[in-house]
């Protein structure tokens, strides 16, 4: 069983923040899957957009390394929606920048022993620029429920791709 996606809802009231977690399974049918675990054509909501997860971050609603982590897995996803909804977007400096340190503080919040983390971390690297580190990372996973990603990230290491591409699962 994978994980999915951690929603994060802002009630449209007081503007509290909920988290809330979810498991990919039920019925996938039509679902487009991208390299940084992001599902689209599924998703039930509307996000919270860059700005707000910034301060989502900068807010006390963050209580620990976990927390942290998944805010900032959600800004990374985020800003990758951005060339998933238009592919031939580029990013201004500003938000390069941003989307480059918010990778960097993300890498070391995640656990490489965990072979879903691992593959999170390959692709990290490779949006980095990183490619022979995302390939050593990949050489890590052994979970064979991870082996259509493990191909797409390695091909798009190979074509120095640095960018959010959709995995076809076999």
Known sequence: MKL?????????TCGNLLYNNSLMSGNLYGAKFYSDGKMKDA???EFLDVDDLFRVLDSNLIENKQ???????RIWRTFNDRMRDNPSYHFDEADEQRWISNIKKLIPLLNSSNDGQA????????NLSEFERCAEILDTVTDEDYSDDIK????NCLFENRWVVQIVYS
């Not at 999915?4 to 449209?12: D, E, I, M, R």
């Open 119 to 126: 593959i999170m971390l390959a692709e990290l690297h490779r």
């Open 152 to 155: 797409e990230i390695r091909l």
């Open 4 to 12: 999915g996606n951690q929603y994060v809802y802002k009630c449209p």
């Open 43 to 45: 998703e039930p909501v």
């Open 67 to 73: 927390d942290e982590k998944s805010v900032r897995i």
